[in-house]
Structure formats: C-alpha cells, structure tokens
C-alpha cells in the first residue's frame, strides 16, 4: 500500500505555457529593471551636477545662508528651508486629522451605498491638477484670508498651505481606510462582543490594528506637501523672504509662523522653477545650483520614504 499523498497536480505541465509564463517573467523582472535603472541615472546625475555646484559654492554657505538669488549668484537655502516647514506642517495640520477622520468614517460608520459615492469622489478630487488648486488660492482663498487679516498681500503662503493641506486629504482618507477595511471583522466583533460601543471599537480596536497603513499614509502626505510646486508658484510668489528671527526669553532663538505664512514665499521646490525660468545657461553656477536644490529634496523624501517603511514594518499587523 502506498504512503503518499493522494494530492492532484493541479500546475499546467506543457512547454507552451511554460514558454509564456517564462517571457511574462522576463517582462515583469525587465519593468523592474527599467524602474531601478531610472532610479540609479536621477540619483547619479543630482550627485554628479551638485557635486559641481560645491566644487565652486560653499557647501556650508549653501546650508547656512540667508540670502537666495540666483541672479546674484546667492543660494543660501535657509529661507526656502523655513517656508518648506511652514508650508508642510499648515498642511499636515490639516489634511492629516480630517483625513484620518474621514477614514474612520468611511470604514466604521458610512453605508455602503454612501461609501460607494463618497470614496470615488475623494479620488476625482485627488486627480484635480494642482495648478487649479493654485488658481482657486489666489482668486478665492486669499480674499477670504483678507477679511481676517487685511494686510494680507496677495501672494502668500498660508492661502497656499491651505490648499495644499485640502489636496492631500483624499491621499491620507484613501491609503487609511484601505489600511481600516483589511482589518478582520472577527476583531470588531469580538469588541462589540465585550460591550464596546462603534466608537471604541473605531479608536480603540480598528485605529492601532491599521496603524501602519495609516502612519505610510501621513508619510506620502507630508512628501507630496513637501514635493508640491505649481500652488506654490501660483499662489505664494516669487520672492524668497528671511523671516526676522526672535528670541524667546532673550535666550531662545525662533521664527514666529505668522512671519513667514503671511507673507510671500519660496519653498525649495518653486524656487527650482523660478531659477529655471530666467535666463539660465547650462554650465552657470545657477544652472548647477538646480541640482544642489534637487538634491536637497531628493534626500528628504528618501528619508521620509525609509521612515515610513519602517514605522510599516514596525506598526504591521498579520491577520
């Protein structure tokens, strides 16, 4: 009597399908060839054009200038520094609560049916372009600021924060609730079983199981607020301002966010397009000058993606 299995060898066994999955293969590991080599070719040339840049530019007057002008040949990157801060925290100030929020209720508390329309609408809104969002600050956001704040100049960047805080919204709402819809039912059940009313089973059971989802979710957020340009450039202006720099106690130095959300501005990103769009030669120190503020935000955002992987790697939970 035989000791094996009876187990049915359900795998197509023939040389035309494995001639297919053979060459499906080799155009899957090809696309992902393709993705690494363009990776490697942007890292390379942002290393090899900025390492130019400080062959000729103080790398520590590049990190610790005031002053950014390119027709001067000044790049000091403090101030587009400080306007980047102040734009991505506004923003995440936010579109990470309200999108959290909107998760929650998305996943917890709407019917499917209201589900099913209110989801696809947050996705047309995530696919509106970001110069429209820009139009919209300028012509409609920045008058209503006006009337809290009647010194405001039609340029600035909390209108600009604000928009892109709005446009990010349906990143945070869509990535969470895809992260709260994978958790089990068993777990809500299981709450509902002990006595736990929909909203502790929300907070207290359904939040910390997707928090990974959620935490890669606000990671994208702050990247892509990091990364926006065309509302900045619309809406902020052109002018990459020093905000003055207190003292907290006499002792503490620090910049009030008002100084530099009321006022126009330059984050890295639209500085890179008003650089590019002046008279710029390749070769000139501004040209080059590109490069270093590519750099810049190329090393952010790998850090920001690194941190993310980790917090999901950390936070995940296997069902």
């Known amino acids: ?36 080599l363009t990776t490697i070719t942007i890292s390379a040339m942002l290393l090899y054009r900025s390492g130019q840049f400080f062959a000729e530019y103080s790398i520590v007057e590049f990190l610790t200038g005031t002053t950014f002008r390119a027709s001067a040949e000044l790049f000091g990157i403090v101030p587009l520094v400080i306007a980047t801060l102040a734009v991505t925290i506004t923003a995440g100030l936010i579109a990470l609560p309200v999108g959290t ?30 110069i429209v969002y820009g139009i919209f600050a ?65 907070t207290g059971i359904v939040l910390p199981a997707s928090l990974s989802g959620i935490a890669s979710s606000y990671i ?52 890179m397009v008003h650089t590019r769009g002046g008279e710029l030669t390749g070769g000139s120190l501004a040209y080059d000058a590109l490069f270093a503020l590519g750099i810049t935000l190329f090393v952010v955002t790998l850090t920001l993606n690194v941190v993310s992987d980790v917090i999901a790697e950390r936070y995940r939970e296997e069902y």
């Open 1 to 36: 009597m035989s000791t094996e299995p009876d187990v049915p060898d359900l795998t197509r066994d023939d040389r035309l399908s494995d001639l297919t999955e053979s060459g499906w293969s080799s155009f899957f590991v090809a696309c992902a060839a393709v993705t690494l």
């Open 101 to 130: 929020l909107t998760a929650i209720y998305l996943s917890e508390y709407a019917r499917p049916r209201t589900r099913a329309i209110l989801k696809p609408l947050l996705e047309i809104l995530a696919g509106v372009p970001t």
């Open 138 to 202: 300028l012509i409609y956001v920045t008058p209503a600021l006006q009337l809290l704040f009647p010194s405001l100049p039609t340029f600035n960047l909390l209108s600009a924060s604000l928009m892109i805080g709005i446009m990010t919204i349906p990143m945070v709402s869509s990535i969470s609730e895809d992260a709260m819809s994978a958790v089990p039912d068993d777990l809500r059940r299981a709450g509902y079983g002990l006595g736990a009313t929909k909203y502790e089973v929300s």
């Open 220 to 271: 994208l957020a702050v990247s892509r607020a990091i990364g926006e340009t065309m509302i900045i450039a619309v809406a902020a202006g052109t002018l990459a301002t020093m905000p003055p720099v207190r003292e907290a106690g006499g002792v503490v130095p620090y910049v009030h966010p008002g100084d530099v959300l009321l006022e126009p501005g330059m984050t890295i990103t639209s500085a």
